[in-house]
């Protein structure tokens, strides 16, 4: 089954600095992966994805990742962070073993970004 | 731009009951998938479906059933309700099946069993 591990509970960096959200994934055959942020009380809003092609994948808010087939990673990350990026954020590989279409979900970094 | 709807928001419910929620998913959306997520926890698989007919499932309780209806809109059937039942029921939607497609999701119904 295909899985992703973010191995960071929490993340704090103060604003204005780089932020950087671990994920790394194990799958067999091509990595489809998403990463997700998640708002208090709110629903999970999509950031990007990676399917083919380049490494460094573009999303919104200013957020991009990097797809690392060596390393099995894909880190987000965003040049300079803001105290509104504070949030969960959740990595996702599409798990379609057997046909399936599914989403499994890492089990999320909570993001703090403070003055 | 529209997004997934679900209803309700909110839903209080005594052990032993039944609960309906409801997903509206984008226009022209044709896959609906639902998720439960737990306090603290990440989301879990529940069902999907795809032109009406379920195209995988997960850890879907045998209490629970659901169904999409012809204008792609989907239900989730929750019965004989239990303790352990009470989280954020997501609904997302997707332009297709395929594996590189985005899910999109809703708000949630923050469903309390009491």
Request: hydrophobic letters at 30%.
């Amino acid at each position: 089954a295909q899985s992703v591990a973010q191995p960071e509970d929490q993340v704090n960096v103060a604003e204005g600095n780089p932020l950087t959200v671990k994920c790394t994934y194990s799958v067999s055959g091509n990595p489809y992966l998403f990463w997700y942020v998640q708002y208090p009380n709110r629903g999970l809003q999509f950031l990007l994805k990676y399917i083919t092609g380049d490494n460094l994948v573009k999303g919104s808010y200013g957020f991009e990742a990097e797809f690392n087939k060596s390393q099995t990673s894909f880190h987000l990350k965003k040049p300079s962070a803001l105290v509104s990026d504070s949030a969960l954020y959740f990595c996702a590989v599409r798990d379609y073993a057997g046909g399936g279409n599914k989403l499994t979900f890492g089990t999320g970094t909570q993001l703090k970004v403070e003055l | 731009a529209a997004g997934v709807i679900q209803s309700p928001r909110h839903l209080i419910k005594e052990k032993r009951e039944t609960a309906t929620l409801k997903c509206y998913p984008i226009p022209r959306h044709d896959t609906v998938y639902w998720y439960q997520q737990g306090p603290g926890q990440d989301p879990q698989f529940l069902i999907s479906f795809y032109e009406k007919m379920q195209s995988d499932k997960g850890s879907i309780p045998d209490r629970f059933s659901a169904q999409q209806f012809s204008d792609y809109h989907s239900e989730l059937n929750m019965s004989s309700l239990e303790l352990g039942d009470s989280a954020l029921y997501f609904c997302a939607s997707s332009l297709g099946p395929k594996s590189q497609e985005t899910q999109y999701f809703g708000p949630g119904t923050r469903l309390l069993v009491l």
